[in-house]
């Protein structure tokens, strides 16, 4: 028996849950859970369900897509193991948390592969027993080291999402626009504020009293992608920027793992430079 997640967007009109709930029901489809929110700002309408039954997803897409109105935005997309790479540069935090949630089965997803610009985090991936790819930044283009990167996620047989668990480079746009929705990223201070590098020494100036982290899709724009997942805790005047970045990083670890976690369950939907999470 399959089961999928249906994700639905669409402008809002009555009757859209009844609709997409009889094709379930006449299809003999059991809806395991189903969450809906409504944009009133901009009258969008948006769905998750997810469903099982014996109906293959061209099926159930057909049968949706004659049943609701034709501006909607329709994902059907089979429960499954998603294949991820981990993309790192020297510190091992949240890359070390990714590993061993990865190791306890609490990471739905298949690491499919380590790439870095380092070769310092090589033994920390070797003892999970994976493929680790180092690819050096020295004496060589921006370019031609991102045209290297593409060309070993070339190498898999499909990449669901990249994660960034601390990449500390900039991405070209024509990198992004290439993984357009796919590339998760974990900046450590709570966005908008300190944007770009160095957050914690511009946090520590402005004499700020909580510090957090934020877990957002990469885009053209540095820092500026939609949000997914933020989290703060509180910090007081007897902290240097040393202390806050310490503090911080049990809080990085987190923000990525629950975010990670959202879109591995299908649970975002992109509206506009936001995100709607169930």
Known sequence: MNQYRVLIQAP???????????????NGLNIITNHEFVDNEQNLFFMRSVVSGDID?????????????????????LARKKNIVLMVTKEAHV????????HEGQLDANIVGVISNYNSLRPLCEHFNLPYYYISTENISREEHESKVINTLEMFDSVDYIVLAKYMRILSSEFTA??????????????????????????FARGVKIIGATAHFVNENLD???IIEQDVIHI????????????GRDVEKI?????????????????GNKTVVF
């Open 12 to 26: 809002d009109s009555t009757g859209l849950i009844y609709k997409a709930a009889k094709v379930f029901f006449e």
């Open 57 to 77: 997803a061209k099926r159930l897409s057909d049968l949706l897509s004659a049943a609701l109105p034709e501006e909607i935005s329709l994902t059907i997309k």
């Open 95 to 102: 890359l070390g948390d990714l590993l061993i949630r990865y």
């Open 178 to 203: 290439r993984y357009v929705n796919k590339i998760l990223n974990i900046h450590h201070s709570f966005l908008p504020a300190f944007i770009g590098a160095n957050p914690y020494k511009q946090a």
């Open 224 to 226: 500026e992608g939609p």
């Open 236 to 247: 007081d005047h007897a902290y240097d920027w040393q202390a806050m970045q310490q503090a």
């Open 255 to 271: 923000v990525l793992a629950r975010a990670l976690k959202l879109a591995l369950e299908d649970r975002i939907f992109i509206n």
